[in-house]
């Protein structure tokens, strides 16, 4: 596990000399610059010695407080990014369900005026919810499956006979998921 880490750390550190040796290339350039411009406006503008190498040293040490600086303005740049990302380590990680899913544990959201608890009793299921053509609003199929919709109507006299029926009702219901799936 130790070596695997340290192999890691190695691959990262491997593939951050480029981006350090780009970083010394432009820090040489702007040196470079800096000395070519001082010269030129020493020489156009009639300035002293003196003057030129105030100039020059002026522009070392802003050269040098930006190099110091930058580091920490990466830092500042990376924690806001993963703050808006949402990747920050501080922060849970967001799981989303757009395409439903299972909450096990209790789990607090926001709603709209309140903030809602789900899962705090056990298991508890998100669905996507989708209108039908009528304008019905019910649980999303799977992804390019239509819908499948089973009414019964039971005309019963009381509760009596409404348990009678039960097996009748549970045929039905039967055969209707049966048509359904050779449907499909």
Known sequence: MQELESLEKTKEE???????LDRIDKLAKSVG???TNAFTNALVEGKSLKNLLVDIARSFASIAVKAALKPLGNMITGLVADLFKGTNSALPPIKPFAKGGVINAPSYFPMQGAVGLAGEAGAEAIMPLKRNSRGELGVAAGAGQAPIMISMTVNA???????QA???ISAGLLQAIKRGQRAS
């Not at 006299?157 to 348990?163: E, H, M």
């Open 157 to 163: 006299q009381d509760a009596r006979s409404f348990a």
């Open 14 to 20: 491997l593939h951050s000399i480029p981006a350090e």
């Open 33 to 35: 610059d800096t000395i």
């Open 166 to 168: 039960e097996a009748e």
